[in-house]
């Protein structure tokens, strides 16, 4: 299958600093990229959808001025949390959608996920 | 809305035994696809098996099958001959077709393969 690249793998910062997160399609083009997030023991938590060339699309209760996202190009995505708290702290995931799947099938590709650590 | 329910939190099976994962679904859409996710302890996504939903056929992966009931909204997965490698969090997964569609997950199960 397509892979998808994730950078950081891991991250620890201060409070109040910001950190990006990159997320590529390293051998297909993906218009559409999704932004997850995953507490412990818990299942993905879809943040937004990034698009590329246009906004993102956020989920409800997610701050669109907190975690800022770009997909600039067809092959990259990244989330930025801003101003970031403890609470902040989470294993974030991206998926790609390969728009060039035969048959429709829409499929998403995961990355390997980030884990972020704000003290 | 979507909604995908996994009633199973936690499931052991031991080695080379078969063991089913339960996933009901609750939607209005009549085309849809059907996942089944795999997320060992690497926590990399791994997609396990699709089942398109026109399909009647069941869909089928090498150990991996899945019975798929349309009128009863009920998607389960069954690993045959379980291996050492099959420990991970399941997760089943709904979309409705079209570009714009987005991954709904259920809370997951837990499946331990044991000596």
């Known amino acids: 299958g397509a892979v998808v690249s994730q950078h950081p793998s891991w991250v620890i910062c201060k409070s109040g600093t910001s950190v990006k997160i990159e997320c590529r399609s390293l051998d297909f083009q993906a218009t559409t990229m999704f932004w997850y997030r995953q507490f412990p023991k818990q299942s993905l938590m879809l943040m937004a959808t990034?698009?590329?060339?246009?906004?993102?699309?956020?989920e409800q209760g997610v701050e669109k001025d907190k975690f800022l996202i770009n997909h600039a190009s067809l092959t990259l995505s990244t989330l930025t949390v801003t101003s970031a708290h403890p609470e902040d702290s989470s294993f974030y995931i991206c998926?790609?959608?390969?728009?060039?799947?035969?048959?429709?099938?829409?499929?998403?590709?995961f990355g390997p996920g980030t884990r972020l650590t704000v003290l | 809305a979507q909604t995908v329910t996994q009633s199973q939190p936690e499931m052991s099976v031991q080695e080379a035994e078969t063991v089913t994962l339960s996933c009901t679904y609750d939607?209005?859409?009549?085309?849809?696809?059907l996942f089944w996710y795999k997320q060992p302890p690497s926590r990399q996504m791994i997609l396990v098996i699709r089942q398109e939903a026109y399909k009647q056929q069941n869909a089928t992966e090498n150990r991996f099958s899945v019975n798929f009931q349309k009128a009863a909204k009920s998607f389960s997965l069954k690993i045959s001959d379980s291996q050492l490698g099959d420990t991970a969090m399941y997760f089943c997964?709904?979309?409705?077709?079209?570009?714009?569609?987005?991954?709904?997950f259920g809370t997951g199960t837990r499946l331990q393969v044991t000596l």
């Open positions: 998926s790609a959608r390969d728009t060039g799947t035969s048959g429709g099938h829409n499929e998403q590709f």
């Open positions: 939607t209005s859409e009549n085309n849809y696809y």
């Open positions: 997964a709904f979309m409705k077709t079209g570009t714009a569609s987005k991954l709904t």
């Open positions: 990034s698009n590329e060339g246009s906004k993102a699309t956020y």
